[in-house]
C-alpha cells in the first residue's frame, strides 16, 4: 500500500471536505432548527439595520468633548490616515449634538438619537471598529460580503447556508429594500458561490411587496391551470431520468400557491394594533419614515415567522447619495435620517423583547463606515467626510450585553486604539451566537475552502453576556 | 479541458465532473482515454467546435434514451458509466427563449445591438435603463448584461454572477421558479401571443390544435389520454357565449400558460 499516493491524499480532501460541510450540509435538509449547530445557539435570527452611507460616530456614540475644545484647530500630520479623508490642514469639528449618559449603565448617546438613547441598556455599542478603505462600495461589500472587492456571499447567505430556514414557505434571507440600492450594488445580497437556493428575497416597502407574488389570474383558473399542470407532470415525473427534481419542482408550485396568500399577509400591517403601528412610526406623516417603519415592523413579523436573516435598508432621500452621507449639511441631514430610522429601530427592539424575543434575535445596527471628526473648514452647512479609521455600531439581543460600550478611539475619535475591531470579528461573533463556529462554515470553491470571515475574525467573547 | 466543457455543454455532465479542477483537488475523469481521444481530435480538426459537437451529437452515448433501469441506477446512481441520457432543466437563456420560440415571438435574426432587459425601475445614474418586456424577440444572448442588475428573469433560473467564471451552473430547485411561470408579465405575455398565433392558424377541431401545441412545446405527439385532458381543459377556460372555441384567444392562452408551466417544458431529456 502505498500512503503517499497523490489519489489518496484527493480522497483524504473529498472525504475532509464533507466533514467541514457537514453544518451546511444539514442545513440544506433540516427544517428543524438548530439541529446541527455547532455549539448551542444562542439566538436563531438576525436583523441587520444597514445604516448605508456612515453616520457619524463623534455626533451619536462616541462622546468626543476635545473636539468641542479644539474646534477649528489644524488635525497636523499625526492624525492623517490612509483610512480616513483627511490632510494636515483640515480642522476638528465638534458634535452639534449635545452628548448625555443613559439608563442605569452610564451608557454615552448623543441627542441625535432620543428613543436609542431610552432603551441604551439594551445596546452594545462597539466603538473601534476599523476597516480597510474610506470608500462605499468597498466598505458595503467588506460589511456584507467580508471582501473589499465582493465576489463572495453576503452575510445573510451564509446564515441561510448553515442553519437552514425554519419555515419552508419563506426564504433563508429576505432585503427589506426601499427605492435605493446601496453603493456597491446588488452584489451586496448576492449569492456569489453559494447554492442559488438561498439568495436573497427583495421585499419592497411601496406598492407590491414581492415580485410575481400576486396571482396573474382569478383564484378558479389558476386552480384549475395548477390541477392541469399537476396531472401532467405526475406522468412525466416517472419518464425521465430524475424523477426527485421533476418532484421537487412539483412540491415548489404548492409552495408558491402557499407563498402568493402567505407572502402578502405577512407584509401587510393593516391588523397590528394601532398603538403597535404608533410605536415603529407608521403614521409619520414622513413619507420615508412610513417606509422605514413598515419595514421594521415586517421585520419582526418575519422573526415570528423563522426568517433567519433579515435586513433592512434605508431609504434614500437625497436622489442619488447614499442616506447617511453627510459631507455637507450635516446638521439637517442627519437630523432627517435619525428622524427617518432610528424610532422604528428603537420600537422594533422594544416590541421583540416585550414579546420574549429579542434574546433569540440579534438586532445589528451598523454603517459601512463612520465620518472624520475634522472638516475641510468649519461653516453652518459644513459636514464630515468618509472614515473606517474607528467607528462604531451597535449590537442588541442575542446574548450580547447590554448597556456595554466595547472599544475606544482616541481623544478626538479619529483612530480606534483600544480592541481595535474589524468587520470579521463581527460575523464571527454573530455566527458565534447563532450557534456557528466561522472557521468550519465552509463552502468549496475554486480548489479550496471559503468562509464568511476568510482568514480572519475573532469571536469577541467580552460583549457576550 | 475544453474538449471536456464541450463534452458537458452536450451530454449533460463532464468526463470530469469539476469542470473549473483538473487538479488534484476535482474529480477524476471517468473516461480518460475518451477524452484524450476528443481533445486530439480537436486539435486535428483544427480547433473546431462545430466538428467536436457533431462528433458527440452522432454518438451512441448522445442518442440514448433518458430512461433508466432499476439496474442501471443501482450499480451507477451517478450515471458515470453513461447508461442513459439524464434529464436537466434548461438554463437560464433557453427558458426565455424558449418561451420566445414557442410563443412564435422569436426573432431568429443574427448579430446587431444589444437590447435592454424590462425594468420595474430605471436608475439613469447607474446607467441601468429599461428595454421592452419581450426583448423584441431578441435571443438571450443578445441581453444588455449589467453587473449591478443582470435580467432579473435569468436571475431567476441561476444566471450566474457576471464576474465569477462559472464551468457549471447551479441548477436550483426553488418555488420562486415557479412564482415566475406563473405570474411573470413576460411568462403572461408570450402565452398571450401565442393564444393569437394560435387562434389564426387553421386547425379544424380544438384536438388537432392541441397536438399542435404539443409539438411546438415539447416536440412529440400528445397521447390520446393528453389530448383529452388538454382539449377538455380549453373548454373550461373558455368564456360563456364564445360561439367558436377555436376563436377564443383567452382560453388558449390559458391553455398556453399552462403548457409554459409542465415540468416538461422547462426540462430537457
Not at chain 1, 472614515?387 to 472599544?407: I, R, Y
Not at chain 2, 486539435?43 to 439496474?71: H, N, P, Y
Not at chain 2, 426573432?107 to 437590447?115: S, T
Not at chain 2, 380549453?234 to 360561439?243: D, K, L, M, W, Y
Amino acid at each position: 500500500m502505498n500512503r503517499h499516493h497523490p489519489f489518496a491524499r484527493r480522497a483524504f480532501l473529498q472525504r475532509s471536505a464533507l466533514g467541514f460541510g457537514w453544518l451546511a450540509f444539514n442545513g440544506l435538509f433540516t427544517t428543524q432548527a438548530r439541529a446541527g449547530t455547532h455549539h448551542a445557539a444562542r439566538a436563531k435570527s438576525v436583523i441587520f439595520c444597514l445604516m448605508d452611507g456612515g453616520p457619524s460616530h463623534v455626533d451619536t456614540f462616541d462622546y468626543k468633548p476635545m473636539l468641542k475644545k479644539h474646534e477649528g484647530e489644524k488635525i497636523g500630520a499625526a492624525a492623517v490616515s490612509k483610512r480616513s479623508q483627511s490632510s494636515p490642514n483640515r480642522v476638528w469639528l465638534g458634535s452639534p449634538w449635545t452628548f448625555r449618559q443613559r439608563g442605569q449603565s452610564g451608557l454615552w448617546v448623543s441627542d441625535l438619537f432620543p428613543n436609542l438613547a431610552r432603551i441604551a441598556d439594551d445596546l452594545c455599542v462597539i466603538r473601534s471598529m476599523t476597516g480597510e478603505l474610506p470608500l462605499h462600495g468597498q466598505s458595503n461589500l467588506l460589511l456584507h460580503t467580508g471582501r473589499i472587492l465582493g465576489q463572495a456571499p453576503s452575510f445573510g447567505l451564509w446564515v441561510s447556508y448553515g442553519l437552514g430556514t425554519e419555515n419552508r414557505n419563506l426564504p433563508g434571507y429576505v432585503v427589506l429594500n426601499n427605492d435605493w440600492v446601496p453603493n456597491g450594488g446588488l452584489e451586496n445580497f448576492g449569492s456569489s458561490f453559494l447554492p442559488a437556493s438561498h439568495q436573497a428575497t427583495m421585499m419592497r416597502a411601496k406598492g407590491v411587496p414581492m415580485d410575481n407574488i400576486t396571482p396573474k389570474d382569478a383564484a378558479t383558473i389558476q386552480r384549475r391551470k395548477l390541477a392541469l399542470i399537476a396531472e401532467q407532470d405526475s406522468a412525466f415525473a416517472p419518464l425521465s431520468a430524475d424523477a426527485r427534481a421533476i418532484e421537487g419542482a412539483i412540491a415548489n408550485y404548492e409552495t408558491a400557491f402557499r407563498m402568493q396568500t402567505e407572502v402578502p399577509a405577512l407584509a401587510d400591517l393593516g391588523r397590528e394594533p394601532e398603538k403597535v403601528r404608533h410605536l415603529y412610526g407608521l403614521d409619520s406623516k414622513d413619507e420615508h419614515q412610513r417606509y422605514y417603519a413598515t419595514q421594521a415592523l415586517r421585520a419582526r413579523r418575519m422573526v415570528e415567522a423563522g426568517v433567519r436573516f433579515i435586513e433592512i435598508t434605508c431609504p434614500s432621500f437625497d436622489g442619488n447619495n447614499s442616506p447617511w452621507d453627510q459631507h455637507g449639511l450635516l446638521k439637517v441631514n442627519h437630523e432627517k435620517n435619525a428622524r427617518v430610522t432610528e424610532q422604528s429601530v428603537a420600537a422594533l427592539i422594544c416590541d421583540l423583547k416585550q414579546r420574549g424575543l429579542l434574546d433569540q434575535t440579534i438586532v445589528l445596527w451598523a454603517g459601512e463606515m463612520g465620518r472624520t471628526p475634522h472638516t475641510p473648514a468649519i461653516s453652518a452647512n459644513g459636514g464630515r467626510d468618509h472614515h473606517v479609521n474607528g467607528f462604531s455600531l451597535f449590537l442588541a439581543g442575542g446574548g450580547f450585553k447590554g448597556g456595554t460600550a466595547f472599544g475606544e478611539t482616541d481623544e478626538f475619535g479619529n483612530a480606534a486604539v483600544v480592541n481595535p475591531l474589524t468587520v470579521h470579528d463581527i460575523h464571527a461573533t454573530v455566527l458565534h451566537q447563532l450557534g456557528i463556529d466561522h472557521t468550519r462554515l465552509t463552502f468549496r470553491h475554486g480548489g479550496r475552502d471559503y468562509r464568511l470571515t476568510d482568514v480572519h475574525g475573532r469571536v469577541v467573547k467580552e460583549i457576550l453576556a | 479541458m475544453y474538449a471536456n466543457r464541450v463534452w458537458q455543454w452536450v451530454m449533460g455532465a463532464g468526463l470530469v465532473a469539476t469542470p473549473d479542477d483538473f487538479g488534484r483537488l476535482g474529480e477524476k475523469p471517468t473516461h480518460p482515454e475518451v477524452l484524450d481521444y476528443l481533445a486530439n481530435e480537436l486539435i486535428r480538426e483544427g480547433w473546431s467546435t462545430k466538428k467536436l459537437v457533431r462528433r458527440l451529437v452522432l454518438s451512441r452515448t448522445f442518442r440514448q434514451a433518458g430512461m433508466v433501469s432499476d439496474e442501471a441506477r443501482a450499480r451507477d446512481p451517478g450515471n458515470r458509466l453513461r447508461h442513459h441520457y439524464p434529464t436537466r432543466r434548461l438554463e437560464a437563456e433557453a427558458v426565455r427563449d424558449s418561451l420566445l420560440a414557442v410563443a412564435g415571438r422569436l426573432d431568429p435574426k443574427l448579430y446587431g445591438r444589444p437590447i435592454l432587459p424590462p425594468r420595474v425601475a430605471e436608475d439613469g445614474a447607474k446607467r441601468l435603463f429599461a428595454g421592452p418586456l419581450d426583448g423584441l424577440g431578441r435571443r438571450s444572448i443578445y441581453l444588455q448584461m449589467s453587473i449591478m442588475e443582470p435580467p432579473k428573469f435569468l436571475v431567476g433560473f441561476n444566471l450566474p454572477d457576471l464576474r465569477l467564471p462559472t464551468g457549471r451552473r447551479d441548477t436550483t430547485n426553488v418555488p420562486a421558479q415557479a412564482l415566475i411561470l406563473l405570474n411573470d408579465p413576460f411568462v403572461e405575455a408570450m402565452a398571450r401571443h401565442w393564444g393569437r398565433e394560435l387562434v389564426k392558424a387553421q386547425h379544424a377541431t380544438p384536438e388537432e390544435r392541441v397536438r399542435a401545441m404539443f409539438a411546438a412545446a415539447f416536440a412529440r405527439d400528445p397521447s390520446d389520454a393528453e389530448v383529452k385532458r388538454w382539449t377538455a381543459a380549453v373548454r373550461e377556460f373558455s368564456s360563456p357565449g364564445q360561439p367558436d372555441p377555436l376563436k377564443d384567444e383567452g382560453a388558449w392562452s390559458q391553455l398556453g400558460h399552462a403548457f409554459f408551466n409542465t415540468k416538461e417544458f422547462l426540462h430537457y431529456r
